[in-house]
T-cell receptor
Framework: KQEVTQIPAALSVPEGENLVLNCSFT??????LQWFRQDPGKGLTSLLL?????REQTSGRLNASLDKSSGRSTLYIAASQPGDSATYLC??????????FGGGTRVLVKP | NAGVTQTPKFRVLKTGQSMTLLCAQD?????MYWYRQDPGMGLRLIHY???????AKGEVPDGYNVSRLKKQNFLLGLESAAPSQTSVYFC?????????????FGPGTRLTVT
């Protein structure tokens, strides 16, 4: 059974510092990995999707890497801003387009 | 283009009551999903549908039923609510099962069972 873990569960950084969020998964037979952002009381917003054949994806200040063989993905957010404060979730897709989610990392960026 | 919408946004039920959560998408997506999210945990898949008229069980299906009579709608039913079903419920949809298609999520329904 696929298990997805995100460590740390919470992270606090001063504004301007780079954020590094980690995601690990136990079964490397995945189709893709997605990073989501969730604001308090809101739904999920997709940030980046990395297909299993890709090593990384970039969007603005966000960069996500994927190492399937070691079961790891890292989300980098450059020059963090208070508006980046949210919970970040990673999820892996296996057969049947079913996502398995990690527990999330709650990020606070202090002004 | 509203994306994925959910009705209602909030609901309080007493143990044993029943209710139906409605999810609608206007993107002509084939796949639809129902997840629940509990405090400190990620989302867990309850049921999903790969097309109109089809449904399948996810990771935590017990106590829930679903129906997909129309392509754009996916209903989640609780026949006899229990306090353990207090959670936030999210609906999602995606185009196909191919790896390049991401899932789009609704805003969630916060359900409390007393």
């Amino acid at each position: 059974k696929q298990e997805v873990t995100q460590i740390p569960a919470a992270l606090s950084v001063p504004e301007g510092e780079n954020l590094v969020l980690n995601c690990s998964f136990t079964d490397s037979a995945i189709y893709n990995l997605q990073w989501f952002r969730q604001d308090p009381g809101k739904g999920l917003t997709s940030l980046l999707l990395i297909q299993s054949s890709q090593r990384e994806q970039t969007s603005g200040r966000l960069n996500a890497s994927l190492d399937k063989s070691s079961g790891r993905s890292t989300l980098y957010i450059a020059a963090s801003q208070p508006g980046d404060s949210a919970t970040y979730l990673c999820a892996v897709e296996a057969a049947g387009n079913k996502l398995t989610f990690g527990g999330g990392t709650r990020v606070l960026v202090k002004p | 283009n509203a994306g994925v919408t959910q009705t209602p946004k909030f609901r309080v039920l007493k143990t044993g009551q029943s209710m139906t959560l409605l999810c609608a998408q206007d993107m002509n997506h084939e796949y639809m999903y129902w997840y629940r999210q509990d405090p400190g945990m990620g989302l867990r898949l309850i049921h999903y549908s790969v097309g109109e008229g089809t449904t399948a069980k996810g990771e935590v299906p017990d106590g829930y039923n679903v129906s997909r009579l129309k392509k754009q709608n996916f209903l989640l039913g609780l026949e006899s609510a229990a306090p353990s079903q207090t959670s936030v419920y999210f609906c999602a949809s995606s185009e196909t099962s191919q790896s390049s298609y991401e899932q789009y999520f609704g805003p969630g329904t916060r359900l409390t069972v007393t």
